[in-house]
């Protein structure tokens, strides 16, 4: 399955890019004074191969959960049992990423592919509300092993959550979702995340790690040095994108990788939320470099890691508002200014239909 669909995914398309730019030039407003917006439509028309490209519409976000053996290690303060009940408040629809999602008209998929506690909720055997947010059962194992100690996950399993978030991507194209959004919950999560910038970036952990939740000054300190031992333990190679995904990553990070892969194989826009989402974008650039058309960067999140990722990634994102909540909220937030984007070429005038003189 991921070497389908790895080899699905292809360069953008010039011609469709450049006809974005041309139409731009003829729309009743200054040439460029959209800024990024401009941009980002035309890369939009490159990745759909038409231009103007399809509104992206509707938005479907997915929230991949898992936990994590180094949390053993004192990296966050919170309980490992608060990911299982946060996807308990996400299915009641009373989490921020919810709130955001009724405002953008988004549906919410969560996948446990990987919780290590019991949910209090279960899949439904049969099909309930599909306005209402949907639960997949999908665990690869319960958490990762304890990545300061040894390997996070065998290749195998790192591989099944790859697939695993192939498989929810494919399921909610072919359900219709013009644009995917990447969400996430798992204690612990920035610690592989960390690791995984600093190994694909070749960055030092000081400048990939950041404080999560928020943590105190010896926790951080500590949050870094576990990083660092274990990137000198396994010594991942970033040529080999599977294998740092299991010596270094969570299954949630692999899960969104393999998102994104399918997104850019079946030429859907995904949009990335936090430092999580942009550590699995790394992944999955480091599988198929021409996935990155597929990419949009909904937010800069006040994780350090973050920035030194999209810049590795040579994504701009599109709002900056020092969130670090995860969840798929700031790529919520950003959902309208992508739209807005593409709207603009199908809906604003040309100076010619118009009747507006040029300069």
């Not at 008209?105 to 446990?112: F, I, N, R």
């Not at 926790?219 to 994108?241: G, I, N, S, W």
């Not at 597929?294 to 709002?319: F, K, N, Q, Y």
């Not at 593409?342 to 604003?348: D, M, T």
């Amino acid at each position: 399955m991921l070497e389908t669909t790895t080899s699905a995914i292809r360069p953008p398309d010039e011609a469709a890019m450049a006809a974005a730019r041309e139409l731009h030039g003829r729309l009743t407003k200054p040439a460029g004074s959209l800024g990024l917006l401009e941009e980002l439509s035309v890369r939009l028309a490159g990745l759909a191969g038409v231009c103007p490209p399809p509104v992206p519409e509707p938005a479907a976000v997915a929230i991949f959960a898992g936990d994590h053996g180094v949390h053993a290690q004192g990296v966050t303060p919170w309980p490992q049992e608060v990911t299982a009940q946060m996807i308990g408040n996400f299915l009641a629809g009373g989490a921020v990423v919810n709130a955001f999602a009724r405002q953008a008209g988004a549906s919410v998929t969560v996948v446990d592919v990987g919780v290590a506690n019991p949910l209090p909720v279960s899949e439904p055997a049969a099909p309930v509300d599909p306005s209402a947010p949907r639960l997949v059962t999908a665990s690869v194992r319960r958490g990762t092993r304890d990545l300061a100690v040894t390997a996070a996950l065998t290749r195998d399993e790192a591989l099944a959550a790859v697939q695993t978030g192939i498989r929810i991507a494919d399921e909610l194209i072919d359900a219709g979702a013009g644009i995917l959004l990447t969400g996430d919950m798992g204690i612990g999560n920035t610690t592989p995340a960390a690791a995984l910038i600093a190994a694909f970036t070749g960055v030092d952990p000081l400048d990939s790690t950041g404080r999560g939740t928020g943590v105190d000054d010896p926790t951080y300190a500590r949050k870094v040095a576990v990083v660092r031992a274990a990137l000198a333990r396994h010594t991942p190679d970033p040529a080999d994108p599977l294998g740092v995904l299991a010596a270094v990553g969570g299954l949630e990070h692999a899960a969104l990788a393999g998102l994104i892969l399918a997104a850019a194989a079946r030429r859907t826009p995904v949009l990335l939320d936090g430092v999580i989402a942009v550590s699995a974008a790394l992944a999955a650039a480091a599988f198929a470099p021409d996935a990155v058309a597929a990419m949009v960067a909904g937010h800069r999140s006040a994780e350090p890691g973050a920035t030194v990722a999209l810049r590795h990634l040579g994504l701009d994102p599109l709002i900056d508002l020092g969130l670090r909540l995860g969840e798929g909220t700031g790529a919520l937030l950003a959902l309208p200014v992508v739209t807005g984007a593409v709207r603009v070429l199908h809906e604003v005038a040309t100076f010619d239909s118009a009747g507006v003189a040029e300069k």
